[in-house]
């Protein structure tokens, strides 16, 4: 069985920073094989894409809402992916899922080719 799990979201005034943190286990799951993503669902809104890195780490891709302001990264050897975000904005408030997919890089930003998704942390930024 897959697990992620997500850390890190809280409570942040605007122009503020926080780094979420994914960790993947699962005793048949080998994290390299997998490209990984952060999508986000605010209230009352479609879940969103917000940045996607490639098994190897070699390539990346950001929606264009929070290019430049936020950065996805993974480290292999911990099982773990991480989303640095600065610069929030209000409209950056929402829950924050990490997910896994085998499938091919160039459906990157399609939720439905995910095999695994964590439960989320909330992010919240205020004025």
């Known amino acids: 069985q897959v697990q992620l799990v997500e850390s890190g979201g809280g409570l942040v005034q605007a122009g503020g920073s926080l780094r979420l943190s994914c960790v993947a286990s699962?005793?048949?799951?080998?994290?390299?094989?997998?490209?990984m993503a952060w999508f986000r669902r605010a209230p009352g809104k479609e879940r969103e894409f917000v940045a996607g890195?490639?098994?190897?780490?070699?390539?990346?891709l950001s929606a264009h809402s929070v290019k430049g302001r936020f950065t996805i990264s993974r480290d292999n050897a911990k099982n773990t992916v991480y989303l640095q975000m600065t610069t929030l904005k209000p409209e950056d408030t929402a829950v924050y899922h990490c997910?896994?997919?085998?499938?091919?890089?160039?459906?990157?930003?399609?939720?439905?080719?995910?095999?695994?998704w964590g439960q989320g942390t909330q992010v919240t930024v205020s004025l």
């Open positions: 890195i490639v098994g190897s780490g070699t390539s990346t």
């Open positions: 997910a896994a997919a085998a499938g091919p890089w160039t459906r990157i930003r399609d939720a439905s080719t995910y095999d695994y």
């Open positions: 699962g005793r048949t799951f080998t994290f390299n094989n997998y490209n």
